[in-house]
């Protein structure tokens, strides 16, 4: 039950790609909710000249940071939060509209060649890079548990019954591979030898295998949950309901950057926090946003997400040391043996923000 190890590539294609997405101008859509123009700029507006105490008043210059996700699941939403609600404006950062870049290789890239300063990324590729020696470490996270359930033809009625049948994943070591190797363990059954794990491409393709007949189950994540029930695939495992602990919704950067940027990490991760906070006590403004950048439509299945991730957010983004240890558990580096995960993080940032009194003025459920 290991990480498969990434080959580590610094192609020029790969960083170019990076840097093209984090320059550029964005997806071109509009965000769910823009925030009001401040006072200060609008009595700038217009080319008339502001007076002395009026030039007192500005505030200081935003300060520029580079984010970019590698995932559209809602476990990354809280940055997608973030940005349409304005957060990150106002703790005083200039955010590029966000981008996604593949995790693994091509995140690694950047955030060595500094293309990027933060990012929103799952556990195993920050500990993968720390392992690799690019320095990669995690400073927050939202969400510390996996998420998934394993439904199941019709017919299957006991997780015995999955002896000797296949399993769809997404990828192999991928999170929906992980998730279904720790849930069937939990009910006995050792998923090297009594069960076939099959990557297929992503939830879709996992669907549409189950679709097919050609597997007997899968392991899927909200909103493809839902599109399974309906068309009458039934979970038989809900790992989500196991709470099992697994650094899932990850903020990383490199040592070299938190050394530099240390107020700016603390203020990412204030955002984060008002975000998360949204997420939790505004769950239609929540949806819209998912719905935008996963694109989906159908509003029961954006409301069905946000009922599941919600309760396994937290607002306080101080990473679990035990979750952390969990991803080093399941990486097959070597290197992964003898890390401890007080190694893996910078927790400034997240103590900072502890003593400064801010989550306590947050919204709480």
């Known amino acids: 039950m290991r990480v498969r190890h990434l080959e580590w590539l610094l192609g020029s294609m790969v960083v170019a790609a990076v840097v093209a997405g984090c320059s550029g101008g964005g997806s071109g859509a509009s965000p769910v909710a823009p925030p009001a123009a401040s006072p200060a700029a609008a009595a700038g507006a217009g ?30 939403a809280p940055f997608w939060v973030a940005e349409e609600a304005g957060y990150f404006r106002e703790q005083g950062l200039d955010v590029p509209p966000l981008q996604r870049v593949e995790p693994g290789a091509t995140l690694l890239a950047a955030l060595h060649n500094g293309e990027v300063d933060f990012v929103a990324a799952g556990g195993p590729s920050l500990v993968l890079g720390y392992l690799q020696g690019l320095e990669t470490v995690i400073l927050g996270s939202t969400q510390d ?62 669907l549409a295998a189950l679709q097919t007949g050609t597997v007997a189950a899968a392991s899927l994540s909200v909103p493809a949950v839902f599109e399974a029930h309906r068309r009458g695939f039934p979970t038989l495992i809900d790992v989500t309901a196991m709470r099992i602990p697994f650094t899932n919704g990850s903020v990383g950067a490199t040592k070299s950057t938190l050394d530099r940027r240390q107020p700016a990490a603390e203020k990412v991760l204030r955002a984060l926090a ?9 769950r239609e403004f929540a949806a819209r946003v998912v719905g935008k950048y996963s694109q989906i439509e159908d ?46 993080v910078d927790l400034r940032a997240a103590e900072a923000l502890r003593r400064s009194g801010f989550l306590d003025r947050l919204p709480k459920e």
């Open 299 to 344: 509003p029961d299945a954006l409301r069905g997400t946000v009922e599941v991730y919600a309760p396994l957010m937290q607002v306080d983004p101080y990473p679990s040391l035990s979750a952390v240890q969990a991803v080093l558990d399941a990486e097959e580096n070597p290197a992964a043996r003898t890390t401890r995960p007080e190694q893996v």
């Open 47 to 76: 080319g008339a000249p502001q007076s002395a105490s009026a030039a007192a008043a500005t505030p200081p210059a935003l300060e520029s940071v580079r984010i970019v996700y590698t995932t559209i699941a809602a476990a990354q």
């Open 145 to 206: 548990v996996i998420e998934t359930e394993i439904v199941v033809q019709p017919d299957i009625r006991s997780v015995e019954e999955l002896r000797g049948k296949i399993i769809a994943v997404s990828r192999l070591k991928a999170i929906s591979d992980l998730a279904a190797r720790l849930g069937i363990e939990r009910y006995g059954l050792d998923p090297d030898r009594d069960v076939q794990i099959r990557g297929t491409g992503g939830n879709a393709e996992s």
């Open 274 to 282: 008002q975000a998360t906070a949204r997420f939790k006590t505004d």
